[in-house]
Structure formats: C-alpha cells, structure tokens
C-alpha cells in the first residue's frame, strides 16, 4: 500500500495546489509512481459526461499522470450540494465512495498527494471535514499557511489542533506567499516560534505576483473585448495596471521604467496618447517592450491612422464599451487558477518549490513511512499463513 500525504491549507487562497505542484515535482525524483487525489472539489470543468476538479485536471497534464480521473476527483460540491445533502436528497456512502478512489490509487502508486479544501474544517456538514478525510484515509498532514506573523500563527495553532483532536498527526507546515519586503523578518520569527513549538517547518516561500496574475486572454474573455491586433499573444500575464488618464509624458515616463507585464487600460477617444505609446514600444525605449497589451474604454471608432498602425503591431490591443474605471476594477478583482497550458507559472512553481521548500526531510519522513507500512502489511500476511499452517 502506498503512503499518502494530505495537504491542507489553513485558510482560502493560500496557494495549496501551487504546492502541491511543486511537492510532485520535488517528490518525483524520490517516489517512482506519485498519485493525486482531491477529495472534495468546488470548482470544476466538464470533461464529457464527468465534472472534474479544476485543480485535479491541472496535475494530471502538468505531470502526465496515467491514473483514471474518475479516481483523483471522486466529489464535486455543486451549489447546493449543502442543502441537499441537509435534507436527505443526496445518498449516503460519500465516504465509501472517496475511499474506494483512494485505494484504486494507492494500489498503482508509490505514494497519493491527498489535497484538501479549504481549511480543516470545511465540509464537516457532511462529517467529511478535511480532518475526517485524513483520518479516512490514513494520511499524515502537511499544513499550508499564508505568510504573516500573528495570523500565521493562531491559524496554524486552530488547525493543527482541529486535526489532532480528530486523530491526525501533522508533520508540519509549509508558509507561502510571504511578501519580499517582509521575508527576511517573517521568516526569522516564524522559524523561532516553529521551534520553540517542536513543529517541523519544510519551506518558507516568497510571494511572487506572476502567480496570481491574469493572462490577457482571461481578460479579454471576462470583459468581452474586441481583439484589435495580437490575437496570437494573448498568453501573457498581466502583473501590473496602468490606468491613462494622465498627460502622455507622465505615461511614458511610467512606461519607460515598467520592470513587469503590463497593461496600460485608457480611453479609445485618447488619440495622442496612443499615438506617443506606440511610437515608444515600436523604438524599445526603455522597458517599453513589458507592455504586454493596451486596453481600450469607449465605442468611438478609431481613425484609420491608428488602425494602420494596429495593422502592423504584433502588441495585443482590446476595445471592450465599458467605463476605464469600471474595467479596471473588473480586471483587479479577476480570480485566477493556473491551468496546464501557463507554462510560465508552473516554471516559476517548480522554481520557487526548488530553491525554497526543504524536500529532504519531508521525503526521509515519508520513506520511513513507506517502509513502516511495508513491514507491517509483510507481518500480517506471514501471520495469516501461519495461522493456515496450524490449521
């Protein structure tokens, strides 16, 4: 049997499947055959006649892996999956049914990355709390917290006491997201109080912006834009907004020192802007060529000048008939997921996991597991075939 090992975040949006993808791919270079599973799952995409989790389908492109789907995502909590499962409309055997997925992949696998959702005690409507489903499935706990002091430290404290009053044996904690200003002291005190607490720390990673950005093709879909130009790199990750309200000269100074992919949102009827924006990303002035794409506001159309120049322009330009300041709100409260087509992302996950989380003495726990479970499921059979020679 393989060991397993639940991940469990301490909050929302603490970047727990990022993990997860960069313990797979540390733990990859261990563990020959690394299954996945996702229990529980909110959000989902529809393959065919089967919901699958979002965060399920990701790991299983972004590493191949040959296990049924069915199996790595055997509940989808639906709106309103509460409420009928409350009044007796949905069947029990919910636990048999993630059990059995779990055992048809602990059978073809070395070890099954568990993930959870949400905090430990989500989904204790249906008395499968993320503690429940570890303790179902035998599975020591890493927890994930996001990286601040106080905070970080009541909610790993709440939750790794919820899962030890279940029966669950954390290991140890994971910190993400820490902001670089704030790394070095975070990371010091967190270390200290860690300690001083006997809790194992494997890694302490930083907060990278790239990770939560959206690429412009999302953009493009959510607004509901007109693709004026670039139609072939609407892959590019939007980290950073300018709004142009402004004078051109102020634009381009900003322009000129942009270190990250942005987007610059202004009003269509902004003709002399346009025209200086242009002619500085056409001569690479400066860090002009991080303007990853231009974000009209307006239904006025544009004058066949500017069209000529979009003609010719390989920079993505969007036209949505929206106010520049409601798009622009709509852009900075986009939520986004990382899928197995953002190369870039899961590049810079494999990077942060290898420079920062310490895989060693998670794999040595883990092996040493793997082996206590061998020896004892080899103690049982000798024992049983003993038992039939004495009979």
Request: with cysteine.
């Amino acid at each position: 049997m393989a060991k397993s090992l639940f991940i469990a975040s301490t909050s929302q949006d603490i970047g727990k499947t990022s993990i997860s993808l960069g313990l797979i791919h540390l733990l990859g270079k261990k563990f020959k055959k690394i299954a996945f599973i996702k229990p529980l799952a909110q959000r989902y995409v529809q393959l065919s006649e089967t919901k699958i989790g979002e965060d399920v389908l990701l790991i299983k492109e972004s590493f191949a892996l040959p296990y049924l789907i069915e199996d790595m995502s055997p509940l989808i909590i639906e709106r309103g999956f509460t409420e009928k499962y409350i009044k007796g409309e949905i069947k029990r055997g919910l636990a048999k049914k993630i059990r059995d997925a779990y055992e048809g992949l602990a059978k073809e696998s070395d070890l099954v990355l568990i993930e959870g959702t949400g905090h430990a005690g989500v989904g204790s409507v249906m008395e499968l709390s993320n503690a429940e489903v570890a303790k179902l499935l035998e599975a020591d706990v890493l927890l994930v917290c996001g990286g601040g002091i106080g905070q970080s430290i009541d909610e790993i404290t709440l939750n790794k006491s919820f899962f030890e009053e279940k029966g669950c044996k954390v290991i140890g904690v994971i910190i993400n997201k820490i902001l670089e200003e704030k790394y070095d002291k975070i990371s010091s005190l967190l270390k200290r109080y860690l300690k001083r607490k006997s809790i194992l720390l494997f890694g302490l990673l930083p907060y990278r912006s790239l990770l939560s950005s959206p690429p412009l093709w999302l953009i493009a879909q959510q607004t509901g834009a007109n693709i004026l130009s670039g139609k072939g790199r609407l892959e590019k990750n939007i980290e950073r907004i300018i709004v142009g309200t402004m004078e051109p000269e102020t634009i381009l100074e900003l322009l000129r020192d942009i270190r990250q992919q942005t987007l610059l949102i202004t009003s269509s009827d902004r003709i002399d802007l346009l025209l200086a924006v242009f002619t500085t990303y056409f001569r690479n002035i400066g860090n002009a060529h991080n303007l990853a794409g231009v974000l009209l506001s307006g239904s006025r159309e544009l004058p066949q000048s500017i069209k000529d120049i979009l003609g010719s322009m390989d920079i993505p330009v969007l036209l949505v008939d929206k106010d520049i300041y409601d798009l622009a709100s709509q852009i900075y409260s986009l939520r986004t997921k990382i899928t197995s087509q953002d190369n870039e992302k899961i590049a810079a996950l494999k990077k942060l996991a290898e420079d920062y989380i310490d895989i060693e003495p998670l794999s040595k726990i883990l092996s040493s597991e793997q082996e206590r479970i061998k020896k004892g499921w080899k103690e049982k059979i000798i024992g049983f075939l003993r038992g039939l020679g004495r009979g």
